[in-house]
T-cell receptor, first 114, second 117 residues
Framework: DTGVSQDPRHKITKRGQNVTFRCDPISEHNRLYWYRQTLGQGPEFLTYFQNEAQLEKSRLLSDRFSAERPKGSFSTLEIQRTEQGDSAMYLC????????????FGPGTRLTVT | AQKVTQAQTEISVVEKEDVTLDCVYETRDTTYYLFWYKQPPSGELVFLIRRNSFDEQNEISGRYSWNFQKSTSSFNFTITASQVVDSAVYFCALSEANTGTASKLTFGTGTRLQVTL
């Protein structure tokens, strides 16, 4: 049984550069979520998709962040013109749409902006 | 707005002790789900349990048990006879579900549990 996978696991970039992360959800799940976690905090919601439709985006999410899920399978999260404050763990999760919808998380992508 | 409070930042216990992790939530929704996740040192969040707002039955799974009380807006988690492998950060989370399905999660700040020999 394949879980949620994320690539890359670590990314170091210089301030001002663009970065893109990929998430592959559990294959039969139709919902996909992105969260951000900083040290000592719980994950913070960024955005989520149901199939290919982006249903919600956090008000806290800067315009520099964009996410896509073009065919309702994998998703990408892009951060443009990175800032040091973007340094965090970016988590992806997937779930079924129906019922309790418990989310299963991937290992995350740790971003360090220097 | 939804909010989850985990007042205990860090708890240290000796192996075989029982430990309870507290979770208090706030929501205006009448239908919602509550969750507990474990984040071991490896970093990956592991789903432990889900409860919906209409089901206040307590649940036991092995050494784990959960106490959901709507009257006090609490969803506490107890580990009986703790083991070193239980050492992790534990997160309580809340999701509105007015359409019947859970969606985005609002997490607490987590409780770090350290179990020593």
């Amino acid at each position: 049984d394949t879980g949620v996978s994320q690539d890359p696991r670590h990314k170091i970039t210089k301030r001002g550069q663009n970065v893109t992360f990929r998430c592959d959800p559990i294959s039969e799940h139709n919902r996909l979520y992105w969260y951000r976690q900083t040290l000592g905090q719980g994950p913070e919601f960024l955005t989520y998709f149901q199939n290919e439709a982006q249903l919600e985006k956090s008000r806290l999410l800067s315009d520099r962040f964009s996410a896509e899920r073009p065919k309702g399978s994998f998703s990408t999260l892009e951060i443009q013109r990175t800032e040091q404050g973007d340094s965090a763990m970016y988590l992806c999760a997937s779930s079924f749409r129906s019922g309790g919808g418990e989310q299963y998380f991937g290992p995350g992508t740790r971003l360090t902006v220097t | 707005a939804q909010k989850v409070t985990q007042a205990q930042t860090e708890i240290s216990v000796v192996e075989k002790e029982d430990v309870t992790l507290d979770c208090v939530y706030e929501t205006r929704d009448t239908t919602y789900y509550l969750f507990w996740y474990k984040q071991p040192p490896s970093g990956e969040l592991v789903f432990l349990i889900r409860r919906n707002s209409f089901d206040e039955q307590n649940e036991i799974s092995g050494r784990y048990s959960w106490n959901f009380q709507k009257s006090t807006s609490s969803f506490n988690f107890t580990i009986t006879a703790s083991q070193v492998v239980d050492s992790a950060v534990y997160f309580c989370a809340l999701s509105e579900a007015n359409t019947g399905t859970a969606s985005k999660l609002t997490f607490g700040t987590g409780t770090r549990l350290q179990v020593t020999l």
